[in-house]
């Protein structure tokens, strides 16, 4: 049995046997919508180190940072669709990277 060359997009596409559930059944529909889900506020959703401790980021305080990410982004003549350079220096931590990644995702705007 011989092995055909593949293409090399084709390696990077992953197939699983696992079927999807229909859209329907998803738990939600968009970051904005999962943002405001009543009485998940404390459901922790980012974790991980800052500085000496470890952070644990909820639900609500993603909801309220992405309220000001969208209050910078006014502030700033910024439109859903518009991009921003989010960059992660080195020797800082991943957490608050990824708050001010989901929260700008929130307000509709394109992080590159």
């Given at each position: 049995m011989s092995h055909s060359p593949s293409r090399a997009e084709d390696d990077l596409i992953i197939?699983?046997?696992?079927?999807?559930?229909p859209f329907s059944e998803f738990r939600f529909r968009s970051l904005r919508e999962l943002l405001r889900r009543p009485g998940?506020?404390?459901r922790p959703?980012?974790?991980g180190p800052v500085g000496d401790d470890e952070r644990v980021v909820t639900l609500g305080e993603l909801g309220a940072a992405a309220g000001r990410a969208t209050a910078w982004a006014r502030a700033a003549d910024l439109r859903a669709g518009d991009?921003?350079?989010l960059a992660r220096l080195p020797h800082t931590s991943e957490v608050p990277v990824a708050v001010a990644l989901l929260g700008l995702m929130v307000a509709g705007i394109r992080v590159v």
């Open positions: 197939r699983s046997e696992v079927p999807l559930p998940e506020e404390d959703v980012i974790a991009s921003v350079l």
